[in-house]
């Protein structure tokens, strides 16, 4: 299907924008973004919006938590060839300024709406690419990502109750992502995976500064081995200051694997020690509502129908729900310390099954 996109010369393949080179059934290309109240540390909500070209389906998301409740909005829909509208029903984001300004509206739905703009708060950084492997042949993540810190403002409205959200305290992160990971319905298994996995521990930490940003993402195997390491310091200026390969010490709740501060140490361009410490805040849980890691309420990229919305609540702490929390990735808001500067930002963080650096020794919660 020709689009508007197909004017302008962009392309990289000999076929249509909206048709991907790869046939892959996984292929994705979409956006997250995270707004945080840093003066109370008590509100938090993530969105995204996705295209799946194979699927055939486009969707979005709100998720917002309050106290022990998170609420989120689902919306799905086919897709459509006008890439450059992007909206799916009542939620759409529209680029004001390309790599700066995004405003993203939900027309109130179910009780839930919002019209926020995102600005920049430095250029974007460029991540290093992703890339997972079932039994070390087939890719089941490659994905090319770019993340940037920023403000928000704009009004949130919950159930009547309307937010202003004032950029001097709201704060948060974005990434785009796009390549192939798990989408839509499951898959056949297969031959199961050789040997077993038995663990994995995942770290995601962007934060900003008053003179600097940090962008720390790290990727464990059971056994400590580093599949992936990204630690970058960009400097309000323009500088991007590479951070080394950061050692990480996470302090958990007793008895869970919920991270209560942790403390990454990387090493600056001139070798000297750079320290982050963060403690976490309140946080969303990604796969209750989000549709990430396999929650089993929204997967990114099924189809539900045409012209698909629905709202869901949770109870964090109902047992159905709190049982799984622990096996996903979560988004804390942390508020940091580093070179003497308070920061804020994204503490996103999962592991579960045995990490034999952190001494979780299989799928419960002990540890050595």
């Known amino acids: 299907m020709i689009g508007p996109l197909d004017e302008y010369p962009i392309h990289q393949a000999p076929l249509p924008v909206t048709r991907v080179a790869s046939s892959d059934r996984n292929f994705y290309d979409r956006c997250y973004f995270n707004a945080m109240d840093t003066a109370s540390g008590e509100h938090m909500l993530v969105t995204g919006l996705g295209y799946y070209p194979n699927l055939g389906v486009k969707d979005a998301y709100v998720v917002v938590r309050r106290g022990d409740t998170q609420t989120a ?29 995004i405003r993203l509206v939900l027309e109130e739905t179910d009780g839930i709406g919002m019209d926020l703009t995102w600005e920049g708060s430095g250029p974007v950084v460029q991540e290093l690419p992703h890339l997972m492997l079932a039994s070390d042949v087939r890719p089941t993540l490659d994905a090319q990502r770019f993340a940037q810190l920023g403000s928000w403002s704009g009004t949130l409205l919950v159930d009547g109750e309307e937010t202003e959200v004032d950029p001097a305290s709201w704060m948060g992160s974005r990434d785009r992502s796009w390549g192939i990971r798990p989408v839509g319905e499951a898959e056949p298994a297969g031959r199961p995976q050789d040997p077993p996995m038995e663990g994995f521990w995942w770290l995601y930490v962007p934060l900003r500064f008053d003179d600097f940003s940090v962008v720390v993402i790290i990727q ?9 390491n990204d630690a970058t310091r960009i400097w309000n200026d323009g500088r991007v200051e590479q951070l080394g390969w950061p050692q990480v010490e996470i302090d958990y709740l007793p008895g869970t694997r919920h991270p209560t501060r942790a403390r990454i140490t990387g090493t600056g361009a001139e070798g000297k020690p750079v320290v982050i410490e963060v403690e976490t805040r309140t946080n969303v849980v990604l796969h209750v509502g989000g549709g990430y890691g396999g929650d089993p309420d929204w997967t ?69």
Not at 76 to 98: C, F, K, T, W
């Open 220 to 228: 464990e195997r059971h056994d400590g081995f580093r599949t992936l």
């Open 73 to 101: 909005v689902h919306l799905s829909d086919e897709i459509d060839g006008n890439r450059l509208d992007q909206r799916v029903g009542a939620y759409r984001l529209e680029v004001v300024e390309p790599l700066q300004k």
């Open 300 to 368: 990114h990229g099924q189809w539900k129908g045409p012209a698909f919305t629905e709202r869901v609540t949770y109870d964090l702490n109902a047992p159905d729900v709190a049982g799984r929390v622990p096996f996903g990735v979560i988004d804390h808001c942390g508020r940091a310390t580093c070179d003497g500067q308070v920061g804020h930002g994204l503490f996103e963080h999962g592991t579960f099954g045995r990490h034999d650096p952190t001494g979780f020794v299989d799928w419960s919660n002990e540890r050595r």
